[in-house]
């Protein structure tokens, strides 16, 4: 089991559809990042997963989980930024709440 | 005949306007003078151009003269290519005359950004002369839609009440048809490359028009043309824009869109679509003939019931322009110049007949037939030019409506009696609604409505019978003596049939 | 002391048991994160899901991943998080409602999403997949890093520039403009909101 | 690093250190907006003329070898493509840079942030467009789309950017997992991060029908997230929210910036990566380009609110592109899925210049603060402001697809490839040229609006500022001058056509 | 009847050949033309400002009078062109490949003979309407349109093809509809004008297929070649019979269009709301021949369709006598001529219909005189009492005017046959030939229109000259004789009308009219295979004669019996019994047997509904098909954008249901 890539795999695509369901079902602005932050550690998994059982990487998967958790750390940034900022408007973190535009 | 040799006229009969507009643009719009001037001065250079390409212009050659080919998109073998045959020749002629008179009879009604509407009547004269001129697709299709635009806001900005619906209708109508015929030329242009392996030429009309393309492409190629030209003309059931369109254009508009742009769509078939797919046209023609002598018929009967002098016109537009077609898709000579000779006439006719109504609109700032009357007496000069083309409109001999209606009659009958005995019908109807209309607006005693008016009703004026006075004068020559015409319709007409091959046979009666 | 090869009882590997307490961990975790009904709890959740993600990471032997997942997310993203929530939490009260009203269709729409990817992923004989992990050195990766992606490498800085100034630039509190300045109450009426 | 990879890399390096140097500037000489824009004008164009005249040192501009040549141990590369894109990437931001201060100065918005954070877009861009490695590919993608949401939110103290930029950036997040995902799956069954690589591997599954569900599946993920970042329709709901909450030089950008981008990305992910198995989500694509137009252009019929009106076209311009795309996935000989690169690369310039011109004219329009974004505030402008009424009609009429404009001649290189093509990608060009149709609708209201309605009673004169003005001349002329100047068409042809042959290269 | 089988060997010179026209006659040809065309032209741009309008039209056309006069002298006396007739192109008018009609003129006998009447009639009329439209402020119209007029008859008589015939044949309808409609400020007169107008353009809808058949047949319209080439054709078996009988068909369709016979008739009575000297002009002497003459000039092609003919002469002999019953009882006196007009031409297609053609064209000639006489007598009458046209508002005007009165009884007594007036010797041809062609049927109705005739005319002299005055009490005093200018015409007329019968139709036989068309008629009398028989004025032809002179005198003396002569009293209330017996007879033939009211329904007020109807399908059908796309795309737009809810959850939530469509799609479409 901890063998085998396909465990990894679908651990990471259960996490991935977790994330998921947290994004569509959340109100929350930081919920809802977080929510991303899940899918894209769920992403991480398969890819360091894949990176370690194919020699053909060569480490490769590593190294992209590493940029891949920078570019999450940039997201993460701009998003709480934006929050924040919509927060002193809105004075609600809530999304749903968030619909003046429409149609 | 002069010879012209190494001058490009026709380069400048299609970019005069070009510069004339380019000029106004240029000239303080407060200065209503200066811009009048200029336009009416571009207007009549470029006429001036195009009688010399008729002074220049050899009859008896059958191919395209003063021909001028520019590379331009090299890439895919695009040309500014132009030239000029019999037909381009009559229908350009036709333009620049119609064109510096409707600049002239716009003197008078338009008092708003006179500068602007001079500038985009000046464009909109270009697309016409280009579409007449090009002999490349490609720079065919641009001409063809670059006239759009000005008319678009000529309808739009100096129209009538409810002139934003009627543009618009206008432009989606005829932009539907032309899209679809974009399609058509940039597959006609691939399948001579492809067969060619070169797109040299590959949007060359006389490069293209010998060649056999397979028929199922011709048909479809054909349909996308035929959606395009049929819109233009226009041909029931393709023809409830132009009622809309002409109710709303101001005067000179109205002149222009009956006088020149639904020739576009006869020109269209003639030049392009037949040569480009003879296979296709052959098989369609019974169906175009049907389609022909419904709006022939039924634009004439509809126009009977018309409230609205400009309506009614329009109406009649639909039902003279369907002699074009039928005479078109008969495929015989007879028919064919009958149907070029109907539509130098119609623009010139209808175009005459619409100057009238802009003069009484202008007077009494009303349209409707029932609140006219007794015109004839009131004005007695109109009525006698309304009267004039009106039965020049009913296809009076001696008048230039005439001949071109009988043409296609004859041309007709030749393939099939039965069509022509439908079309012909079109002599009754055809009096009946212009007659009837003339009486209500011409004769018995003056409505309540002029009354009131008393001496602001004041008959026609210098400038506006200087407008007309040309029309009128085309009239009676064009009837007395059509060969004006016909001979140099002659050649390139037997050469349309001879490119199409074998008479219309089967396809009606 | 030296375990033995397998667990007793069970016959199954420690890597197995470590692999499968692990999974507990973040899938339970991950579950907390997003069904939480205090957002301050599901980030305190998340902070346990990456954790167990980097034991996954130490299990496969990525150990350099496993280090930077503790260092980046278990310390840096959380909190920043955390502290955003303090932020956007300190006036208005723990929402009533957790979820959206479209939670069950959500909750319909991301088992399927999972369930294809699982199907996908169980289905696909991946073609140049050893069946154990292999070793890899951090030399090998930080020879990738520095050279093949020395590029991306490059790039992800001026990433992270970025977002700090964006970041800034948005998340700082302007001196606010007196109310009565015109072009500040016209600002806020500029887009959209007029008639 | 070599000199050549020193000069591929130059107008990158440049672009960045302006960024750079616009914060820098913006410190030294604080609130100085001018000298921010004339920098950042100055540095581009000089950016520019590198890319341009380093040519003959990299070996560019017709010396530059088809295959072009790759830096960085293969992760970047510089050919036809990468130049020419390149080049379109700048002249977005050269013109966006014009466009804004007449919108942002009233508003009291910071020029050098603006500038800069442009600058880290147009960065990314720029990387996207020569990268030939998934990660690379990946961070250029994160580098273009991250600033984008902080430019959508850059009028932070107005409801509406704010709003518009959360919901760019969560939905935004959600497709780049989904992206980071698909990128995992094709590189798991690969075994390369490499473009070349992934062909290679792929080179296998030539025919349509015998994908392995994990590859399709992946394929999927990247399809989805593709659209998403290029607008199509059913990913394209965020599109109109940002839209017409983004500050209008903004929205300017955001509508042909993070989509031509997008398409680079779909060049060098689906085109250069994914070539060989285009049979398998070629139809997929061109399923999608019909419905996107279609809906786009339907969506913005009744729309009253020109930014959002012009969102929802920029949705149907994306539908027209894709056809580009779907005539080199289904086209049977390599000339012709040439001709479909072409047609996408062609109708993007053409794309760029007339709806950056477009957007500047609202921006223009709305440089006096409580200028609203409805199209009733463009009553009366053709007498208001006679040369901003032709501009914008010139731009509308290009967006219809009106001779002789550029955008005329981007439909027709399209509908050429299309009809090439044949087969399907006929009834794609019919389809496509029925929306032309359906477009001239919307757009037209806009004349209509211009030059046949009354002014309000309180509507005062528009003044341009020079940049703008400066723009806005750029941008006409461009229009104008693409298609209907014999030189400068062909050699765009040329260009892109060549541009699209170094691509295919590689597929 | 005889079926056409003497063809072969007569077909050389069956044919008159043709001459070119020498050069004076070319000139003269076109001058006949040309002057009043001039004198049209001129008068339009003059005439208002002329004190006296009438100087250029009336000169130019007594000129073209003698011209006239001059050729018709050369051709019918002296012969000079041989029994040729004589042509020339002036230019090709149409040229379009193989269809090249040229513009040529044609001179033959019967064109003299047409010249003539027309010419000769068209003087006089000039001259009377110089008089009679004395005091009319816009009467330069008046002239301008009589030139216009008399141009487009020449044009029709001297035309050397069908198309140019056709032309001419427009232009009178032209010049009747301006004239008719002259004063157009009488919502009547504005509806007559348009009235003849469309009807008119019925029959020439027949008449343009006929040439149109001609040409498609044969690819030529001049005459001489048509007439050789048509019967060849059918000779040879080019063309079937049903071919040739439907050309002289639809030909014949043109000529009772033109020449008002039924059911096309319905123009002609209410033609007569023009001023009177045009409808003596063109509804009575010129115009409404326009139809006899066009079979007359196609005799070559009717005697090949034998069934056509019979048809011609059904027609005509139905609208004699159907005509006749409505003149019967109309109060309108040009009324009451017009229907007799209608009767009388009616005569004339019947002669046709049997055959004999030279019949038809002396009561052609002779009836152009006597009606042309007797529309002006009523004119001058009109203009007597003051613009009045009731009869029962006159009466009793013998002596208060006495030149019209004389003037017009010679007409009357003209018309009704009495010999040795003009109507006795052509009415006698007209019936003798039928007659003895075969066709008694014809014969006998003849009579009895013949009866008729002299019956409402002499009621119409009663009701205007004897009796008791009926005029009102206001006139009465003012009631004068026409000026000079006036009653000079009447006079000429009057002469002509007692001479001219005897001058062409003496010696019975072999008469003058006889000569001068026999080499017209030559080719169709062959063809038909009639043959001359020979006079017989003691045998059967002088039966004929008494016969008919009967039936006429009693006609007459019932005439004069009830509505008085002279000093005979009339006996209206015998008049009134006699009506109030058969009230249906009497309203039917008062009110024309509804045939206007059918036409009212038919065409205005079902065809207004047809158009209407038509119209409502074109605004709501089509257009409502184009603007129900319009509006549906809108709405279609409209509910697209419903989607944009603006709640990204929702959003996401589409992204999310989009992946799993395209991943299924994917999956479904590349894995096995």
Known sequence: MSHSLDAYLVLSCIMFAIGTFGFLARRNAIAMLMCVEIMLNGVNLAIVAFGMFTPALAGAGQVIALFVMAVAAAEATVGLAIVIAIYRNRRTPLVDEYASMRE | MISLSGIPVLSLIIFTPLVGALILAFVPGANVRAVKAIALGTGLVAFAFSIVAVLGFHIGDPGFQYQETVSWIPFFGIQYHVGMDGISLALVVLTTLLSWISILASFGPIKT????????????????????????????????????????????????????????????????????????????????????????????????????????????????????????????????????????????????????????????????????????????????IVLSLIAIIYGAIVSIVQPDLKKLIAYSSVSHMGFVTLGIFVFTQQGMQGAILQMVNHGIITGALF??????????????????????????????????????????????????????????????????????????????????????????????????????????????????????????????????????????????????GAPLTGALL | MALPQTVPYLGWSWDDIV???????????????????????????????????????????????????????????????????????????????????????????????????????????????????????????????????????????????????????????????????????????SDGEGP | MTQNEWLAIAPVLIVAGLALLVIVVDLVWPRRPAIVTGAAVVGIIAAMVVTVAAGPIAGLSGQLPLEGQTVFNGTYIQDQLSVYLDLLFMAIALLTILFAPDYLEPRGLPMAEFTATLLFAITGAMLLAGAQDLLLLFIGLELLVLPGYMLAGFAKRDGLSTEGAIKYFLLGSFSSAILLFGLAFVFGFTGTTNIHGIADQLRSFTDSGNLPVGLAMGLALLVTAAAFKIAAVPFHYWTPDAYQGSPTPVTGYLSVGPKVAAFALLLRLFVEALGPIRADWGLVIGILAAVTMTVGNLAAIGQDNIKRMLGYSSIAHTGYIMVGLAVFAAAPDPATQAAGIQGVLFYALAYTVMNLGAFACVSALQRRPGVTSQISSFAGLGRRAPLLGVAMTLFLLSLVGIPPTAGFFGKAVIILSAVQGGGWLTVLAVILMLNAALAAFYYLRVVVTMYMREPAENARPVTIGTPTRVGLLLAAVATLAIGLLPALTGSMLDWTLSAARSLLLGA | MVPPVFFSEAAGQATPAVAAAGSAEQLLMLLLLVLPMAGFVSTTVLGRRMGRPWLIAVPAIIVVWAIASYLAFQALIQGAFGNEAISFTAYEWIPAGDFRIPFNLFLDNLTAVMLLVVTTIGMLVHVYSIGYMAHDPSRWRFFAYLNLFMFSMLLLVLAGNYLLVFAAWELVGLSSYLLIGFWYHKRSAALASKKAFLVNRVGDVGFALGIMAIWTTVGTLDFEAVFKLLPAALQVGDIQQWMMIGICLLLFCGAVGKSAQFPLHVWLPDA?????????????????????????????????????????????????????????????????????????????????????????????????????????????????????????????????????????????????????????????????????????????????????????????????????????????????????????????????????????????????????????????????GVHESAYTIFGIDGILILISVAIATIGMVVGWRLFGFFRARAHLDTVRELTARMPRLYLGSFRKWYFDELNDLLFVRVGGVVANGIWWFDVHVIDGAVNGIANATQKAGDEIRQVQTGRVQNYALGIAIGLIVVAVGIIFLTTR
């Open chain 2, 113 to 288: 950004r006179t500068k602007e509407y001079m500038i985009s009547f000046l464009a909109l004269e270009v697309g016409m002369l280009g579409v007449f001129l090009a002999l490349d697709l490609f720079l065919f299709y641009i001409f063809w839609e670059i006239v759009l635009v000005p008319m678009y806001l000529i309808i739009g900005i100096w129209g009538g009440a409810n002139r934003i619906y009627a543009t618009i209708k206008f432009v989606l109508y005829t932009l539907v048809g032309s899209l679809l015929m974009l399609v058509a030329i940039l597959a006609t242009a691939f399948a001579y490359q492809s067969a060619t392996g070169s797109w040299n030429g590959a949007f060359d009309l006389l490069t293209l028009k010998g060649f056999g393309f397979d028929t199922t492409f011709q048909l479809f190629s054909f349909l996308a043309f035929f959606l395009a030209f049929a819109i233009k003309v226009p041909m029931w059931p393709f023809h409830t824009w132009l009622p809309d369109a002409h109710v709303e254009a101001p005067t000179a508009g109205s002149v222009i869109l009956a006088g020149v742009l639904l020739k576009l769509g006869g020109y269209g078939f003639l030049r392009f679509a037949l040569p480009l797919y003879p296979q296709a046209a052959h098989d369609l023609a019974g169906i175009i």
């Open chain 2, 355 to 500: 100057l009238c109504v802009g003069i009484l609109y202008e007077r009494t700032h009303d349209r409707r037939i029932a609140n006219m009357g007794g015109l004839a007496g009131r004005m007695p000069v109109w009525a006698v030019l309304f009267g004039f083309f009106i039965f020049a409109s009913v296809g009076l001999p001696g008048l230039a409506g005439f001949v071109g209606e009988f043409l296609v009659f004859v041309g007709t009958f030749a393939v099939s009696p039965v069509a022509a005995a439908v079309a012909v019908f079109v002599m009754i109807f055809g009096a009946v609604y212009l007659l009837w209309m003339f009486q209500r607006v011409a004769f018995v005693e003056p409505s309540e409505f002029l009354r009131k008016l008393g001496h602001h009703l004041t008959d026609i004026d210098r400038v506006e019978v200087l407008t007309l006075a040309p029309l009128f004068v085309l009239t009676i020559v064009l009837g007395v003596y059509p060969a004006l015409v016909l001979d140099f319709i002659q050649q390139p007409v037997t050469q349309i049939l001879h490119d199409l």
């Open chain 3, 19 to 189: 692999f499968l307490v692990l999974a507990g961990v973040l899938l339970g975790s991950s579950l907390m994160v997003v069904m939480s009904r205090n957002i301050i709890r599901s980030g305190l959740f998340m902070v346990l899901a990456f954790a167990g993600l980097a034991g996954f990471y130490a299990l496969m032997g990525a150990t350099i991943v496993a280090a930077a997942q503790v260092l980046i997310y278990v310390g840096a993203i959380s909190v920043l998080i955390l502290f955003a929530v303090m932020l956007t939490q300190s006036k208005s009260g723990p929402a009533s409602l957790v979820f959206h009203s479209q939670a069950w269709a959500a909750a319909i729409a991301s088992l399927v999403v999972g369930l294809l990817l699982v199907m996908s992923v169980m289905f696909t004989t991946w073609p140049l997949a050893m069946p154990t992990p292999i070793e890899q050195s951090a030399h090998d990766v930080a020879t990738l890093l520095f050279r093949d992606y020395v590029l991306a490498f490059e790039v992800i800085s001026l990433l992270l520039l970025a977002a700090v100034i964006g970041g800034i630039y948005l998340a700082r509190r302007d001196i606010i403009p007196d109310p009565g300045d015109p072009l500040t109450r016209l600002d806020a009426a």
């Open chain 5, 272 to 528: 007569m709301e023009g001023p009177t000297p045009v409808s003596a002009l063109i509804h009575a002497a010129t115009m409404v021949n326009a139809g006899v003459y066009l079979i007359a000039r196609s005799s070559p092609l009717f005697s090949h369709a034998p069934e056509a003919l019979i048809l011609v002469a059904a027609v005509g002999i139905f609208t004699a006598i159907f005509a006749a019953s409505i003149a019967l009882t109309q109060k309108d006196i040009k009324r009451v001529l017009a229907y007799s007009t209608l009767s009388q031409l009616g005569y004339m297609f019947a002669a046709l219909g049997v055959g004999a053609w030279t019949a038809a064209i002396f009561h052609l000639v002779t009836h152009g005189i006597f009606k042309g006489l007797l529309f002006l007598g009523s004119g001058s009458v009109i203009h007597g009492v003051h613009e009045e046209q009731d009869m029962d508002r006159m009466g009793q005007l013998r002596r208060k005017m006495p030149i019209t009165h004389w003037t017009m009884l010679i007409g009357a007594l003209a018309i009704s046959g009495i010999p040795p007036l003009a109507g006795f010797f052509s009415k006698d041809e007209v019936l003798g030939e039928a007659f003895k062609l075969g066709f008694q049927w014809v014969w006998l109705i003849g009579i009895v229109v013949a009866g008729m005739t002299a019956f409402y005319m002499f009621r119409l002299m009663g009701k205007t000259f004897y009796g008791e005055s009926h005029v009102d009490p206001a006139v009465e005093p003012h009631v004068h004789e026409s000026p000079p200018s006036m009653t000079v015409p009447l006079i000429l007329l009057a002469i002509l009308s007692v001479i001219a019968g005897a001058v062409l139709g003496l010696p019975f036989g072999d008469s003058t009219i006889t000569r001068w068309l026999e080499p017209v008629f030559h080719p169709a009398l062959e063809t038909a």
